[in-house]
């Protein structure tokens, strides 16, 4: 079997596992995520700018956490996807009450307004990171887009924060050339640095 194959697989796998979550389960591991993100995250310089993903199914829920920040007058950015250009931009989320559906039925933030288009190559930036599959040296396997990948070329200072459920975790996953490794990973039972 390829490499492609494999991770395919190893995709699909993961996705049903974390999909037969009950809400209950979901909620119930989420807080401990968010308490270990937010003790991570106050322990990074306070100027980087938070680009955040909005979680979506059985995601971690991270919308808790979003709104302390924003409460506290903190800048989130959240990813506006261009399918054409295979390509994610950033732009500053003014509520999470303010988002419409976008590619692939994410939600996701007005991105008419160019005013709060992220300036990417002003700022230092930390990405809560989203994935379906992780290991323990900070490797990830995506939803298959390639778009954060991409992102994090182009911005290699990016400090990468993936966020999981700790049945999202293999000893190992196949690495590609292209994929970009995370700096940390935030489970509901500890934080990995890589």
């Not at 909620?27 to 990074?44: A, G, K, M, Q, T």
Request: glycine letters at 6%.
């Amino acid at each position: 079997m390829n490499q492609i194959n494999d991770i395919d697989q190893i995709r699909r796998f993961h996705k049903a596992v974390r999909n037969r979550m009950t809400e209950e389960e979901k909620d119930f591991c989420s807080v401990p995520v968010r308490r270990h993100l937010r003790r991570l995250v106050n322990s990074l310089p306070a100027d980087l700018s938070l680009l955040c993903y909005y979680p979506i199914g059985n995601e971690v829920n991270l919308l808790p956490i979003y709104q302390e920040w924003m409460d506290h007058g903190r800048d989130l950015y959240f990813p506006v996807t261009d399918m054409k250009k295979r390509e994610i931009r950033f732009f500053k989320a003014d509520t999470m009450d303010s988002f419409r559906p976008g590619a692939m039925h994410i939600p996701e933030p007005d991105s008419q307004d160019i005013k709060h288009a992220l300036a990417e190559k002003d700022q230092l930036l930390l990405s809560i990171t989203p994935g379906l599959v992780f290991d323990q040296k900070g490797d990830r396997i995506g939803y298959g887009g390639g778009f954060y990948d991409r992102f994090f070329a182009e911005h290699p200072q990016t400090i990468r924060i993936g966020t999981a459920f700790a049945n999202q975790i293999e000893g190992r996953i196949p690495v590609r050339d292209w994929d970009m490794p995370l700096d940390y990973l935030v489970t509901e039972k500890r934080i990995y640095v890589f």
